[in-house]
Nanobody, 125 residues
Framework: QVQLIESGGGLVQAGGSLRLSCAASGRTISSVVMGWFRQAPGKEREFVAIASWGGGVTYYADSVKGRFTISRDNAKNTVYLQMSSLKAEDTAVYYC??????????????????WGQGTQVTVSS
């Protein structure tokens, strides 16, 4: 099973930007669909973004479309989430996910087999 470690979270003011990284180890992720989810306090974990194995096809939750960008560097076995124009409602723990059971149609927590430990993003208003 692949191990995933997220980094790059922190405290940022509303309107600011952050880039999250998800470093994979244990095996290559070059042929694996990768996703990002987030979980705000008291809420369910929700889908944020997903990328095809080559990164050429991506999908986003409506709430982040136009502000967040998922990308990947397969040579570094790493996936990124560039977040811009951050809002207070983006505050959450952000999780990287791998091993989609439904390919690019995956949108639920149960659709992924591997998870990172999460990184906290706090947006102050």
């Amino acid at each position: 099973q692949v191990q995933l470690i997220e980094s790059g979270g922190g405290l940022v003011q509303a309107g600011g930007s952050l880039r999250l990284s998800c470093a994979a180890s244990g095996r290559t992720i070059s042929s694996v669909v990768m996703g990002w989810f987030r979980q705000a306090p008291g809420k369910e974990r929700e889908f944020v973004a997903i990328a095809s194995w080559g990164g050429g096809v991506t999908y986003y939750a409506d709430s982040v479309k136009g502000r967040f960008t998922i990308s990947r560097d397969n040579a570094k076995n790493t996936v990124y989430l560039q977040m811009s124009s951050l809002k207070a409602e983006d505050t959450a723990v952000y999780y990287c996910a791998a091993d989609s059971l439904r390919g690019l149609a995956a949108r639920e927590v149960s659709d992924f087999g591997s998870w990172g430990q999460g990184t906290q993003v706090t947006v102050s208003s």
